[in-house]
Antibody
Framework: QVQLVESGGGVVQPGRSLRLSCAASGFTFSSYGMHWVRQAPGKGLEWVAG????????YYADSVQGRFTISRDNSKNTLYLQMNSLRAEDTAVYYC??????????????WGQGTTVTVSS | QSVLTQSPSASGTPGQRVTISCSGS????????VYWYQQLPGTAPKLLIYRNNQRPSGVPDRFSGSKSGTSASLAISGLRSEDEAEYYCAAWDDSLSVWVFGGGTKLTVL
């Protein structure tokens, strides 16, 4: 069945960088758009970024634009989120999610279990 | 402040029918599909309703969705204790070119 496993979370100081990975299995990864969604402690869901099935188009939330980069390696069935210039407000559980279709306009239909990022000095 | 507006809480007794609403604008709900997610405590969100009123396989028909203009609703009939969770609506926003979520509605089964 479809499985998404995030990794790479941890504790990092403000201003530093972190790269999250999401290993996908159980579906044809290269045919689907993918997303990152985060949830700050005790807060709601916030969409972070989305990427087209072939990586050619990417969208970002204003809150991370210019600091975060979403990418994918279809040969490795892996989604990435490079997070630079991290801030305390980036502290959250980060979920990887499969798109319902090939585009970034297709919603998130299967979610991973999440990886926790804590930005603190 | 979320782009989509949901009431923070809702409640009902077992067997009752409850409705959770989601309000947006012409750039999101008004022009695109609405999706609903259920997040049980301590778990990842799960897609509950897609394309306004469609249920993924495995989702009980007690759950139903509807949309009218720039608002949408999730109805849960025959309420059960295991329905106690946070519920989120979501839609693509054409103006912002982002996915937007409601702030979430915490459903309590009394």
């Amino acid at each position: 069945q479809v499985q998404l496993v995030e990794s790479g979370g941890g504790v990092v100081q403000p201003g530093r960088s972190l790269r999250l990975s999401c290993a996908a299995s159980g579906f044809t990864f290269s045919s689907y758009g993918m997303h990152w969604v985060r949830q700050a402690p005790g807060k709601g869901l916030e969409w972070v970024a989305g990427i087209l099935y072939d990586g050619s188009i990417k969208y970002y939330a204003d809150s991370v634009q210019g600091r975060f980069t979403i990418s994918r390696d279809n040969s490795k069935n892996t989604l990435y989120l490079q997070m630079n210039s991290l801030r305390a407000e980036d502290t959250a559980v980060y979920y990887c999610a499969k798109g319902e279709g090939a585009t970034c306009y297709s919603t998130m239909d299967v979610w991973g279990q999440g990886t926790t990022v804590t930005v603190s000095s | 402040q979320s782009v989509l507006t949901q009431s923070p809480s809702a409640s009902g007794t077992p067997g009752q029918r409850v409705t959770i609403s989601c309000s947006g604008s012409s750039s999101n709900i008004g022009n695109n599909y609405v999706y609903w997610y259920q997040q049980l405590p301590g778990t990842a969100p799960k897609l509950l309703i897609y394309r306004n009123n469609q249920r993924p396989s495995g989702v009980p028909d007690r759950f139903s969705g509807s949309k009218s203009g720039t608002s949408a609703s999730l109805a849960i009939s025959g309420l059960r204790s295991e329905d106690e969770a946070e519920y989120y609506c979501a839609a693509w926003d054409d103006s912002l070119s982002v996915w937007v979520f409601g702030g979430g509605t915490k459903l309590t089964v009394l």
